[in-house]
């Protein structure tokens, strides 16, 4: 089950019931924090969102000379929010990252991923702000460039992490050292551009903050999965952003954002010299950012759908592979449209896998849920257990569910066939040329199911099996 945007009716009459206290007990889950914002203005009910938003950033103590540059002074915004909600507030959207690895500022959404509230807001802001649709003042510097601009010459961005608790969320641990933009950053700034975008447009009826949000980050996926979907969700993200965004506007709002930092600090504008090495770093390091974040296809980790330790040592593959593999995993036989339920799939093929099969962990490298994301199993670098024979020299990606009939929705097999796949060879995983094959290919077996055999059949990098290979 979705935990995703609850009864809202329900919610909306508990907040108001036990509304001075319930802040205390407010989790860095989004749901939580919609709670918070329906607070805020439910205690100002003409307010419009832009004064919501400002009230917020006051409470946060977003207000520097970059900020206000932008969009003005967040002081001017009415009354200040009440004591308890603010300091939540403070905590929730102040970004920062402590000695011991932990990212503050951020919050899990219902999907499974985790957003940066600053960046995601800022966008919002600015959008409300703008005068002329789809021209947002300082939207890319708000958002993602200003971060970016910290320190350009790092190619190293992330990393992703993990919650203490799904259902309770307070914690968030980064799987590694921080680099100048986390995985959280870049989601929140993602959101922020297309959000902020979005409302910039405005033929289209204005929305609360708080339904905004709930509308974004809460919709549950019928049975056709993302085929009939809304436009505007968070499982889109990246592929809203792409159609938003080319690397090379991204590039230029980073150096913009350089020069205007130097500029509120009194500092001397960069000569021509100064500026074009400046570009050439930016891009060079929008390069990382292109390829793990608009190329890439979003990817559970691990940690967040509750694995098993790998048993034992894994066996580390020898990079670049020719082969992926393509399965489908029979059982369960349904395709998973939730965090919930996919990880919730995870956990049991793993634990057959372990348990029943006696292998190490989950055979698959990779497994396509319907949710709109993919999940990672062995991952990258780790042999994997799934095409007998075979696991040394490829992938083995997996789509739940039972395709003998029918098959995956397209988004799903466009995340696999388009997305991973460029991922792959990008970032130098597979061969260029690499072969795509069906499991039952090399191995007898029925697997991936006839429907998705035969739909492979047409995809580019599907081959035959060579003779006397
Ligand atoms: C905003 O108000 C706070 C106190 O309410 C004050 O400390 C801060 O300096 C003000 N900031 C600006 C930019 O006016
Ligand atoms: C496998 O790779 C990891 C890093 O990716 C490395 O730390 C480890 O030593 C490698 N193991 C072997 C057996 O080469
Ligand atoms: C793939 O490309 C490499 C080098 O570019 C070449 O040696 C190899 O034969 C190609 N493999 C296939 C299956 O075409
Ligand atoms: C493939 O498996 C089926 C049933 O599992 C069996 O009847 C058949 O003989 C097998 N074929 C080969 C070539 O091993």
């Known amino acids: 089950m979705d935990k995703g945007c609850w009864r809202q009716t329900v919610a909306l009459v508990v907040v108001v019931l036990v509304s001075t206290n319930a802040e205390a007990s407010f989790s860095r889950h ?32 977003l207000n520097d000379a970059f900020i206000q540059h932008f969009l003005g002074n967040a002081n001017s915004s009415g009354p200040e929010i009440g004591a308890h909600l603010s300091g939540y507030i403070k905590k929730a959207m102040h970004h920062r990252m402590t000695e011991d690895t932990k990212e503050e500022g951020v919050v899990l959404t219902p999907d499974g991923t985790t957003v940066a509230l600053t960046p995601l807001l800022l966008g919002i802001e600015a959008g409300l702000l703008s005068k002329t649709a789809g021209r947002v003042r300082g939207l890319y510097q708000l958002t993602l460039a200003k971060d970016l601009s910290s320190s350009p010459l790092t190619q190293r961005l992330g990393p992703d992490g993990c919650w203490d608790s799904l259902t309770s969320p307070q914690v968030f641990t980064l799987l590694d050292s921080p680099s100048v933009l986390t995985t959280a950053q870049v989601n929140g700034g993602m959101d922020g551009v297309v959000l902020g975008m979005e409302v910039s447009d405005k033929s289209k009826r204005p929305l609360k903050l708080s339904s905004l949000l709930t509308e974004y980050y809460c919709h549950q996926l019928g049975s056709k999965g993302l085929d009939a979907a809304p436009r505007l969700i968070s499982r889109r993200r990246r592929e809203n952003f792409r159609g938003l965004v080319v690397p090379p506007l991204l590039t230029r709002k980073v150096v913009k954002s350089v020069e205007l930092q130097r500029r ?3 500092r001397s504008k960069m000569d021509v010299k100064e500026k074009k090495q400046l570009t050439a770093e930016v891009r060079e390091g929008m390069k990382e ?4 974040y608009m190329d890439c296809p979003p990817m559970i980790p691990r940690c967040m759908w509750g694995a098993e330790p790998y048993r034992g040592t894994p066996t580390n593959l020898s990079l670049p592979l020719s082969f992926m593999y393509i399965h ?25 896998h372990q348990e029943d099969r006696g292998w190490d962990d989950i055979g698959y490298s990779f497994v396509a849920g319907s949710d709109g994301y993919i999940y990672q199993g062995r991952g990258w670098l780790w042999r994997g257990a799934h095409t007998l024979g075979h696991n040394s020299i490829g992938y083995g990606v997996s789509f739940i569910g039972d395709y003998v009939t029918r098959l995956p929705s397209q988004h799903s097999m466009g995340l696999v066939r388009d997305q991973l796949a460029s991922c792959a060879v990008g970032g130098g995983r597979l061969v260029a040329n690499f072969t795509l094959q069906g499991h039952r290919q090399v191995v007898n077996t029925s697997c991936p199911g006839d429907a998705l055999y035969n739909e492979i059949r047409g995809w580019e990098h599907y081959g035959e099996v060579k003779k006397g290979r």
């Not at 950012?289 to 793990?292: I, L, N």
């Not at 939730?338 to 634990?351: G, H, I, P, Y």
């Open 328 to 352: 489908h995993t029979y059982t369960p036989s349904q395709p998973c449209l939730t965090f919930e339920q996919c990880s919730a799939d995870m956990r049991s093929m793993q634990r057959f």
């Open 30 to 61: 989004m749901n939580d924090f919609i709670k918070a914002v329906k607070q805020v203005e439910a205690g100002h009910p003409a307010s419009e969102p832009v004064a919501v938003l400002r009230r917020l950033r006051r409470a946060a103590g």
């Open 264 to 266: 509120l600090k009194g």
């Open 289 to 292: 950012f292109v390829h793990m």
